[in-house]
């Protein structure tokens, strides 16, 4: 059981260029999360999803883009990186959101991306 | 406006010696997330609080709920070195997704 993984691990872009990362979990849970952490921040929310084929924006969302094609894998791409999205990026599960005592966000170990 | 406020900031602890450290949030909601983060690593889940009057406790670390307030503490009992990190509560507002203070930095000194 590998819960919450991300790749890749560091990525270095230049301006204007594109990515995509990946994240997976094998908990076989419904939301997923996309959260962009910086320094005095705490953690942002970018997009989430709460079951496969379904996105929606949170807080901080442009200049992203995220896709659900499985319920185990959630995609979160930068079409034109801009240095003000150097960040830690950081991927989260979880069954649902406070409807069982046992509810509460798993995250993934994080991606940090410089974009020069 | 959704809002979750962590304070201190930054709280140097001795070792041995108690603190508490407060989350206070904006609106109405029962359900609130403590989480740990070490430098350079993932968020791990401390508590959940789902009710208000819900206390959790695991070691040295005790937290609670009180929603009429909108508060919540962590209380570090005989704080030592290994509870250095950051502390995160974040408050389910009913919206399928958390809103995160923006922690709280410890660091326990001998």
């Known amino acids: 059981n590998a819960g919450v993984t991300q790749t890749p691990k560091f990525r270095v872009l230049k301006t204007g260029q594109s990515m995509t990362l990946l994240c997976a979990q094998d908990m076989n849970h419904e939301y997923m999360y996309w959260y962009r952490q910086d320094p005095g921040m705490g953690l942002r929310l970018i997009h989430y999803?709460?079951?496969?084929?379904?996105?929606a924006k949170g807080e901080v969302p442009d200049g992203y883009n995220v896709s659900r094609l499985k319920k185990q894998n959630f995609l979160l791409g930068l079409e034109s990186a801009a240095p003000s999205q150097t960040s830690v990026y950081f991927c989260?599960?979880?069954?649902?959101?406070?409807?069982?005592?046992?509810?509460?966000?798993?995250f993934g170990p994080g991606t940090r991306l410089t974009v020069l | 406006e959704l809002k979750v406020e962590q304070n201190p900031l930054f709280l140097s602890m001795q070792e041995g010696k108690n603190y508490t450290i407060y989350c206070n949030y904006s609106?109405?909601?029962?359900?609130l997330y403590w989480y740990r983060q070490d430098p350079g690593k993932s968020l791990e889940s401390l508590f959940v609080l789902l009710s208000n009057g819900a206390v959790k406790q695991e070691g040295r670390l005790m937290a609670s709920l009180d929603t009429k307030a909108r508060l919540s503490t962590l209380h570090i009992t005989a704080a030592v070195h290994d509870l250095s990190a950051t502390y995160f509560c974040?408050?389910?507002?009913?919206?399928?997704?958390?809103?995160f203070g923006t922690g709280t930095r410890l660091q326990v000194t001998l």
């Open positions: 999803s709460v079951g496969e084929g379904t996105t």
């Open positions: 989260a599960s979880s069954y649902t959101m406070g409807h069982q005592l046992t509810d509460t966000q798993y």
């Open positions: 974040a408050v389910d507002f009913l919206s399928s997704k958390l809103t």
């Open positions: 609106t109405t909601s029962d359900r």
